[in-house]
């Protein structure tokens, strides 16, 4: 198991942007591990944003970020981020990242290691 640390949440005006990565804690094999965003708004289930394969060539976005949200790696760093651009009140939750060794997937389901989570709150 490893552990995944969520960093860049905050406060930002609709429109905005923001930047969120998440660091593996361990030292490990990072580039074996697939990485996803899910994110999670009061009331409701926690929900597949993006993913991407374990050599950072291949990517899928929930139809409502696509375009306006980008997801990278850097294997060296072990860190996968969430460019986030174009913010709208409804992209508040918090925001959190998720490995699995394997193929990417998009449920929730599917991914054993997790952050702690992240809030991101957009204002109108």
């Known amino acids: 198991q490893v552990h995944l640390v969520e960093s860049g949440g905050g406060l930002v005006q609709t429109g905005g942007s923001l930047r969120l990565s998440c660091a593996a804690a361990?030292?490990?094999?990072?580039?074996?591990?697939?990485m996803a965003w899910f994110r999670q708004a009061p009331g409701k289930e926690r929900e597949f944003v993006a993913a991407?394969?374990?050599?950072?060539?291949?990517?899928t976005y929930t139809d409502s970020v696509k375009g306006r949200f980008t997801i990278s790696r850097d294997n060296a760093k072990s860190t996968v981020y969430l460019q986030m651009s174009n913010l709208r009140v409804e992209d508040t939750a918090v925001y959190y990242c998720?490995?699995?060794?394997?193929?990417?997937?998009?449920?929730?389901?599917?991914?054993?290691?997790w952050g702690q989570g992240t809030q991101v709150t957009v204002s109108s």
């Open positions: 998720a490995g699995r060794g394997g193929v990417m997937m998009t449920a929730v389901s599917a991914y054993s290691d």
């Open positions: 991407i394969n374990m050599s950072g060539t291949r990517t």
């Open positions: 361990e030292r490990i094999a990072f580039s074996i591990y697939s």
